[in-house]
């Protein structure tokens, strides 16, 4: 067998240039990718090309995994987080010989140890990369799938038993509700959401129909719809999961499920919402696991991620945050708390709600109807000897009056507004009624963040930009030809979106003395960007087309997500 590395292989045939192999590791060094997942995402080698020069080189057959209908017993010889590991599939057994589907057969480490594991002769198969990881994901998602669930659905529940009737007798919905296949339905609803990564699962009712969707990397997606007269018993199954009162249909419910999956606990916050024609049903995921608390992996540029770390760390004054619902400030701020979460350190935050529960820190739950305010929350946090207070959202004068106070005698306050960007931020204050004395004195750093989705790694691929539409998108001239942009194709890997995954855009505006100044003089949100921008501000949009410049994300999602500066 070969023992050359695969690059130094197509260098060596004349089907790359060392300059390509060069650009290929390092874009490999920055995705963690393999390097024939990496070159055919840069448009270098086709991937039959790459399998066809791979089984070449190393004398061995190749085989288009993805074509192929793997028996179950054969699936089951490699344990599946073995196969993941090691980026290998079997798909045929004869006698004691073991058919395997491998990206690199070079590896003979891989081949010895998986020769150990099973006890049989390994015939190795040469494979893409991109077809092994798309059986892998086929495996995870397991035998059942919904439309499995709705056939056996359609054959064995007796639908007249859970008629969508508003005057149901409430036992007769309480038993229609623990039904096997209705149980099985919604479970495997809530395991797809989890496998699929969705944020939010909506259960909507019309007035002939239901739907499910998925709120996957932000975007909404049908996924299913369940027979109309499976309405109620779904509704009142999520209901009975979340302990809420089935019985009560006029009025909004709150509640939780805590489910194990694969080895992780995972919350799902529950909203029911009378409509017209039923209850809607929202479940929000919070995957603890999930949570990216590392701040060098949320998509800070370099520069903007020493003054965020800089303020955060400062003695006093206040850190705000902004950005739509879903922006990822929850994230951002969970994430400077987990920096700052020291021994020597008292950390208070008045959430609604608490999505995360972080140790070391003093969590509190808002709630207005019993008088626990943002406010009251404030002003009681201040008598618990304090070094850092995290409040969930200013939304009134009251609450900013005291969070800015509370900046200016010696405590550290994070917090979180709306507004479009961050200059806007500063105006938004003096409208609630906040001096611009106290604005000025207090407030050390404005954060404004968008999420992007991530171009999926698996069907990346070359995407030809006219250079009018990239000059229209606000890159330089200069800039043009020097980066290429990408688009995902579709697979079973991002659920066919070409999307799989979020990263943040920043837009980092610290408050040197020139902007101080300008706020003392009331200045608008346009002067205070123009000035922030000659102090070297990068606004969203260029942090987008920095991303974009990286590959990590396509001209729809920077134009989606930011408006042009």
Do not use: W
Request: hydrophobic fraction near 45%.
């Amino acid at each position: 067998m070969a023992t050359k590395k695969i690059g130094e292989l197509l260098v060596q045939e004349g089907m790359l240039t060392p300059e390509q192999l060069d650009q290929a590791l390092e874009e490999q060094q920055k995705n963690n990718e393999r390097l024939g997942t990496v070159l055919m995402s840069m448009g270098m080698v086709s991937e039959d090309v790459l399998v066809e020069f791979i089984a070449r080189q190393f004398q061995v057959p190749q085989v288009n995994i993805a074509k192929l209908s793997i028996p179950k017993d054969v699936i089951n010889v490699i344990p599946l987080d073995v196969a993941q590991k090691y980026h290998a599939v079997p798909f045929g057994l004869m006698g004691n010989t073991l058919n395997i589907a491998i990206a690199d057969p070079g590896n003979l480490f891989v081949i010895d140890d998986l020769r150990f594991l099973t006890r049989k002769n390994i015939q190795v198969h040469v494979a893409s990369d991109k077809a092994i990881r798309r059986v892998i994901a086929q495996i995870n998602a397991g035998d059942d799938s919904l439309s499995d669930v709705l056939g056996m659905l359609k054959e064995e529940v007796e639908l007249d038993l859970v008629q969508a009737s508003d005057e149901m007798d409430l036992a007769l919905l309480e038993d229609a509700a623990e039904q096997a296949p209705v149980v099985k339905l919604v479970n495997l609803i809530l395991m797809d959401a989890i496998r699929k990564q969705a944020s939010d699962i909506h259960l909507e009712c019309y007035e002939k129909s239901i739907r499910v969707r998925f709120r996957i990397d932000g975007v909404l997606y049908e996924v299913m719809r369940p027979p109309y007269q499976l309405k109620n018993a779904m509704i009142s199954r999520l209901k009975i999961m979340s302990r809420l009162d089935i019985a009560e249909r006029r009025l909004p419910q709150d509640g939780r499920i805590k489910l194990k999956a694969k080895g992780r606990e995972m919350d799902f916050r529950v909203s029911v919402l009378p409509t017209l024609f039923g209850e809607k049903v929202v479940l929000r995921l919070l995957d603890k696991s999930g949570l990216q608390l590392d701040m060098t992996k949320l998509g800070f540029e370099e520069s903007q991620y020493k003054h965020f770390k800089d303020a955060i760390y400062q003695p006093f004054g206040m850190v705000l945050v902004t950005g739509p619902t879903g922006s990822g400030k929850t994230t951002t701020l969970y994430s400077a708390l987990s920096d700052l979460n020291k021994t020597s350190e008292n950390i208070s935050t008045a959430e609604d709600p608490v999505e995360y529960n972080l140790t070391g820190i003093n969590q509190v739950q808002i709630q207005e109807s019993i008088g626990l305010s943002f406010a009251a929350a404030l002003r009681a946090f201040l008598r618990q000897d304090p070094d850092i207070i995290m409040v969930g959202e200013i939304r009134d004068f009251e609450t900013a009056e005291i969070a800015v106070k509370a900046a200016l005698t010696g405590h550290l306050v994070l917090s979180t507004l709306h507004t479009n960007d961050a200059p806007s931020t500063i105006n938004r204050l003096l409208n609630m009624g906040v001096e611009a004395f106290l604005v000025a004195s207090a407030v050390n750093l404005v954060l404004a963040q968008r999420l992007v989705r991530r171009v999926c790694s698996e069907c990346k691929m070359v995407e030809d930009v006219p250079p009018e539409a990239l000059l229209e998108l606000g890159v330089r001239e200069d800039e043009l030809g020097t980066f290429k942009c990408y688009r995902g194709e579709g697979c079973i890997i991002c659920n066919d979106t070409g999307y799989r995954g979020r990263i943040a855009l920043y837009e980092v505006m610290p408050l040197h003395d020139q902007i101080r100044e300008l706020v003392l003089m009331g200045a608008s949100a346009a002067e205070i960007k123009k000035e922030s921008i000659r102090l070297g501000m990068l606004t969203l949009r260029r942090s987008g087309i920095n991303k974009l410049k990286e590959g990590v994300t396509s001209v729809e999602e920077v134009i989606r997500s930011s408006a042009k500066d």
